[in-house]
């Protein structure tokens, strides 16, 4: 792949740009890498210029964010892939997450998924009707040979539209005998309470269709 960068945001839109995308466009472009070279892959109905940006117009904007992420990885080249929101501020040192799935932490973990916090309040239990003691993989930062390899070239399961897929995922790594880990640092910031809720009720069907054909027998991430 040309022009590989190390670190690819994935930035789903399709909001007012000023209002939203651009100002996390800034807060990226002025965090702390640490000679990392990286990219802003935004994926919106609008198309949106700037430093470091990649634009890729959305194939359907009433799909969700689900589709723009995953299309968003399919034109992205970095080797670490870091999950935005259009309403939510990076950490200044948030690119040093990526040396922790390089660490000793992850030595002997065959899933290179680690996950940031936001709003310093913490991991987030998955639902109870999981019978999964574990957490919801929220806003997970990937090496991307994890995607390739183990998660048959998805970030995100398909089927989602919008919330829940980090359930899936919470849930699905935790039955590989690999649980999500959320650092406790790093903590993504909300700047615009918006919380799109129209897709939950389909977004919950398919994850509990999931779980159960997962105790079916069915242990793909995403069933090619």
Known sequence: ??????????????????????????????????????????VGPTPITGDNVAY???????????????????????NYIVLCSDDHYFDLNCPLITEVLSSRLFED???????????NHG???????????NIIARYPVFLRETIEEHLNGYIYHP????????NWLGFWLAKQGEPALEINKFD???FSNSCDKVHDKH??????????????????????
């Open 1 to 42: 792949m040309e022009n590989k960068k190390d670190i690819s945001f994935i930035l789903p839109t399709n909001r007012d740009p000023a209002m939203y995308a651009n100002k996390v466009i800034r807060n990226i472009n002025s965090l702390n890498f640490r000679r990392k070279t990286h990219e802003i892959v935004v």
């Open 56 to 78: 890729l117009k959305e194939s359907n904007t009433a799909s969700g964010c689900v589709t723009a992420y995953n299309e968003g990885y399919n034109v992205s080249s970095g």
């Open 109 to 119: 973990r065959k899933y290179k998924v680690i996950c940031l916090p936001t709003n």
């Open 123 to 133: 991991p987030s239990k998955l639902p109870g009707y999981t019978n999964c003691d």
């Open 159 to 166: 089927s989602f539209r919008h919330h829940y897929p980090d």
């Open 188 to 190: 993504m910031l909300t």
């Open 203 to 224: 977004d919950e069907a398919v994850f509990k269709e999931l779980i159960q054909a997962y105790e079916d027998g069915s242990h793909q991430y995403v069933k090619p």
